[in-house]
């Protein structure tokens, strides 16, 4: 008998990883940045016509980037330092025009009130400098978040046919067995089962 289609919509988001791969499929590391707040993965298409005896003679579909942005709580200085590739010199951190971003693999979860989860995997792509922003304190007290971008691209991925960009896979509530070969195709290690260094 097939399982029943889960209609409930996401609560929240959590569990973002990621690991850097280089030109290969297997990521030297896994880390955790923790307080995901909110994440949109676009993933553009558009159809193209082709014309003949005055109507639609064809259509096919183009597909075009696929852009993240992310909003963290706070993104350590590390965690910005593997993902956009800066160089520290004694202690200090510093950006410019040759810095060269690393190619990682990310994957995040979408949980669910009664448990369950959807994990996204995206298995290719390079994270953009966030802005710098500041503001005074006033009144009352505000929290600030920070936001990051990244571009994603296709990827040979074990076991499918043709490169993909993104990945879903969805456990029910005590459930890990499709997150873990998830992790399994996004960065070639199993999920990590002791706290990443930093988290």
């Known amino acids: ?20 791969i280089g030109e290969g499929t297997i990521a030297t590391y896994i880390e955790r940045v923790k307080f995901l707040q909110n994440i949109s993965v676009e993933m553009s298409q558009e159809v ?24 963290f709580h706070k993104i350590p200085l590390e ?3 593997k993902l956009l590739g800066l160089e520290v010199v004694e202690g200090i951190t510093a950006m410019g025009s040759s810095d060269s971003p690393p190619y990682v693999a990310v994957v995040f979860a979408k ?9 996204v995997g995206l298995p290719k792509g390079v ?9 005074t304190k006033e009144d009352g007290k505000e929290f600030t978040s920070e936001e990051i971008e990244a571009q994603f691209m296709d990827r040979e991925v074990d076991g499918f046919t043709d490169e993909k960009s993104v990945l879903f896979a969805y456990d029910k509530k005590g459930s890990t067995t499709n997150r873990d070969a998830l992790f399994m195709k ?11 260094a930093g988290v």
Do not use: C, H
Request: net charge negative.
């Open 1 to 20: 008998m097939a399982e029943e289609k889960v209609y409930k919509s996401s609560t929240g988001v959590d569990e973002f990883f990621y690991g850097d």
């Open 48 to 71: 193209v016509r082709a014309y003949g005896d005055n109507k639609t003679a064809e259509l096919a579909v183009s597909s075009g980037e696929i852009s993240v942005t992310s909003s």
């Open 79 to 81: 965690d910005k330092q």
């Open 111 to 119: 949980t669910y009130e009664d448990g369950s989860k959807e994990y």
């Open 127 to 135: 994270f953009l400098r966030p802005n710098v922003e500041g503001a």
């Open 186 to 196: 996004i960065f070639g290690k199993a999920y990590p089962t002791t706290a990443p």
